[in-house]
Antibody
Framework: QVHLVQSEAEVKKPGASVKVSCKAS????SGWFMHWVRQAPGQGLE????????????NLAQKFQGRVTMTRDTSISTAYMDLSGLTSDDTAIYYC?????????WGQGTLVTVSS | DIQMTQSPSTLSASIGDRVTITCRAS??????LAWLQQRPGKAPKLLIY???SLESGVPSRFSGSGYGTEFTLTISSLQPDDFATYYC?????????FGQGTKLEIK
């Protein structure tokens, strides 16, 4: 049974960075890309990028290039998304999602609040 | 990036109604389209992939169709659990863009 369990909510100040984790279980972590998607309050879903857990190669949405780093630790089946230079516009729920070409399993989401 | 446009943005319907949501892509995406359902406070849930394939465990009242640039999600007989927001997502190329969502409300 596939599960993606994300880290707890975070509150950050403007200009800071946040690192969200996504621990996978129930399948072979290295075999499936992991995506990151965010959702601002009351808004729709926004694709941020994905990571190949085997190679570590990433594909990022142009909007986030230079500000987002996606990494993974295969020894503990965990993917990470690091977002720097936070502003109030980054206040959102951040989701990880496994790719089977389409995104089939999603984490529960991590609320990141950016506030001074 | 490929733009995905859903219509309508909001849809009011009653239990037992048949409803259809449309998703249009700005360019051809073959059948590389998924539909997701999101209930308030919950993560999105996959309903349909490859435009018309029903995800395991999803009720058969949900169906998808389309190819190329125009796609539809149909719910044949609305149930109370179906009142949620629905998103289409293309996975034809990077960007994996979503539609803006369709909120299905109780009339």
């Amino acid at each position: 049974q596939v599960h993606l369990v994300q880290s707890e909510a975070e509150v950050k100040k403007p200009g800071a960075s946040v690192k969200v984790s996504c621990k996978a279980s129930g399948y072979s972590f290295s075999g499936w890309f992991m995506h990151w998607v965010r959702q601002a309050p009351g808004q729709g879903l926004e694709w941020m990028g994905r990571i190949n857990p085997t190679s570590g190669e990433t594909n990022l949405a142009q909007k986030f290039q230079g500000r987002v780093t996606m990494t993974r630790d295969t020894s503990i089946s965990t993917a990470y998304m690091d977002l720097s230079g936070l502003t109030s516009d980054d206040t959102a729920i951040y989701y990880c999602a496994r790719e089977s070409s389409w995104t089939d399993y999603w984490g529960q989401g991590t609320l990141v609040t950016v506030s001074s | 990036d490929i733009q995905m446009t859903q219509s309508p943005s909001t849809l009011s319907a009653s239990i037992g109604d048949r409803v259809t949501i449309t998703c249009r892509a700005s360019q051809n995406i073959n059948n590389w389209l998924a539909w997701l359902q999101q209930r308030p406070g919950k993560a999105p849930k996959l309903l349909i992939y490859k435009a018309s394939s029903l995800e395991s465990g999803v009720p058969s009242r949900f169906s998808g169709s389309g190819y190329g640039t125009e796609f539809t999600l149909t719910i044949s007989s609305l149930q109370p659990d179906d009142f949620a927001t629905y998103y289409c997502q293309q996975y034809y190329n990077y960007g994996y863009t979503f539609g803006q969502g369709t909120k299905l409300e109780i009339k």
